[in-house]
């Protein structure tokens, strides 16, 4: 029931009976349950479209101000992190530098910290967070929360971040601050305090296509983006739900073998990786070979921006290498929709693609596809992991667990 109210297929009493099939008192029951969780309240209903007037019923909504989400976007240099409405609008964000290379110890627990600050910034106390949404720039097992070989995050390789990320976060807090994470929980199994809050990790290529698609293309059945920055990956979205494959692995384009890389090194150890020569890194390390001053993939988006001709000619080819491998990928998912985002997501790479794509690509396999750039921006993998949080938190299986355990 929660779950057609949140969807918008049913926003009233008589629409719920009527989808569901309950009676009328049984609705009412269950509607009960939810108004005293405090996630769904009802509001004005709309114009009465009846000849004969009456009072307009009123509308069910599901309360998205009940709760806030943590959830924080880690790259190679830079993190972001925010506090977000079980909606997903930002209630306070932060960014700033990190080296993903001092290991996650050091680095969880400096978002810990930021996390903390959002809170004090905001108003908000620990009580009212009901979870945490990590984006890494590595492969993930969602089962354990644990990347699994990162070629570029050292030492991380089977890390418990979740354990850490919430302890990190604990210890941002004020003694009196970290004991339940929200008044209506004092019993409930797996939340009666902050040791087990939820932390949800996965691979921000993933968090970034389910941000996107969940917020602009929430009718797009198979959506696919690229993320081209210090590497390359790319997250799938079918069906409403990220497919990951057997382990996490699923999407990691840039170790797929190019000839035009047979002898450029990648980071992962191998040779003639995608990643190797099309990546903002690869980017980055051409520009200066021929004398042009950048370290990474930010430096080379700074210096798109700034029209650079020499970047803006090793983009375009970038986005060929990368446009003639999509052209396979947008064969076998046949995609509504696939996004360009990451550093190098500009006009002279997204031209690059598109070139090599229409031309290797079957027709067929192009005739209803939209090659867009993202809309969300920097914030598509923080959106996404809050979006994560709330989908598996109100899910019909786990939102009954909850309520039983809450005794309403």
Same mark, same amino acid.
């Given at each position: 029931m929660l779950h057609l109210v949140r969807s918008g297929r049913a926003t009233t009493r008589g629409a719920l009976q009527e989808v569901t099939g309950l009676s009328r008192a049984t609705v009412g029951q269950r509607l009960g349950r939810l108004f005293r969780a405090g996630w769904v309240r009802e509001g004005a209903g709309g114009p009465v479209d009846s000849p004969l007037g009456g009072r307009p019923a009123l509308r069910l909504e599901f309360d998205e101000t009940h709760a806030v989400v943590l959830a924080a976007a880690l790259e190679t240099?830079?993190?972001?992190?925010?506090? /977000?409405? /079980?909606?997903?609008?930002?209630?306070?964000?932060?960014?700033? %530098?990190?080296?993903?290379?001092?290991?996650?110890?050091?680095?969880?627990?400096?978002?810990?910290?930021?996390?903390?600050?959002?809170?004090?910034?905001?108003?908000?106390?620990?009580?009212?967070?009901?979870?945490?949404?990590?984006?890494? %720039?590595?492969?993930?097992?969602?089962?354990?929360?644990?990347?699994v070989q990162p070629p570029i995050m050292p030492g991380w390789d089977g890390y418990d971040i979740r354990t850490r990320l919430r302890r990190a976060f604990t210890e941002a807090l004020p003694a009196t601050s970290a004991t339940l994470i929200h008044p209506a929980l004092p019993d409930l199994p797996g939340f009666p305090? /902050?040791?087990h809050l939820p932390v949800l990790v996965d691979n921000d290529a993933n968090l970034m296509a389910y941000g996107e698609q969940h917020t602009h293309y929430p009718d797009c059945a198979a959506f696919a983006l690229v993320?081209?920055?210090?590497?390359?990956?790319?997250?799938?979205?079918?069906?409403?739900?990220v497919y990951r494959g057997i382990d996490g692995g699923a999407g990691?384009?840039?170790?797929?073998?190019?000839?035009?890389?047979?002898?450029? /090194?990648?980071?992962?150890?191998?040779?003639?990786?995608?990643?190797?020569?099309?990546?903002?890194?690869?980017?980055?390390?051409?520009?200066?070979?021929?004398?042009?001053?950048?370290?990474?993939?930010?430096?080379?988006?700074?210096?798109?921006?700034?029209?650079?001709?020499?970047?803006?000619?090793?983009?375009?080819?970038?986005?060929?290498?990368?446009?003639?491998?999509l052209a396979t990928v947008v064969t076998l998912l046949n995609p509504g929709v696939l996004m360009i985002a990451g550093d190098l997501a500009g006009t002279p790479f997204l031209t690059g693609v598109r070139e090599l794509l229409y031309q290797r690509a079957l027709p067929r396999s192009t005739a209803h596809l939209?090659?867009?750039?993202?809309?969300?921006?920097?914030?598509?993998?923080?959106?996404?992991?809050a979006t994560l949080v709330v989908e598996h938190l109100y899910a019909p299986d786990r939102a009954e667990e909850r309520l039983a355990a809450l005794g309403v």
């Open positions: 240099r830079h993190a972001r992190t925010a506090l /977000l409405t /079980l909606g997903g609008e930002i209630i306070a964000e932060r960014s700033g %530098p990190v080296a993903v290379e001092d290991g996650p110890d050091a680095v969880l627990g400096g978002l810990g910290a930021r996390f903390g600050e959002l809170l004090r910034e905001s108003g908000r106390s620990a009580a009212s967070v009901c979870g945490i949404g990590l984006a890494v %720039p590595g492969p993930v097992d969602t089962g354990t929360g644990r990347v305090d /902050l040791s993320k081209v920055s210090t590497g390359i990956g790319a997250g799938v979205v079918v069906d409403g739900a990691d384009i840039g170790h797929i073998r190019v000839p035009e890389g047979a002898d450029a /090194l990648c980071r992962c150890g191998s040779h003639g990786c995608l990643a190797a020569v099309a990546s903002g890194g690869a980017v980055a390390r051409r520009l200066t070979e021929a004398g042009v001053a950048a370290a990474s993939g930010s430096d080379v988006r700074a210096l798109l921006e700034a029209g650079h001709p020499e970047a803006v000619r090793f983009a375009r080819e970038a986005g060929r290498h990368v446009g003639e491998v939209d090659v867009v750039t993202s809309r969300l921006g920097e914030r598509a993998a923080l959106i996404g992991a």
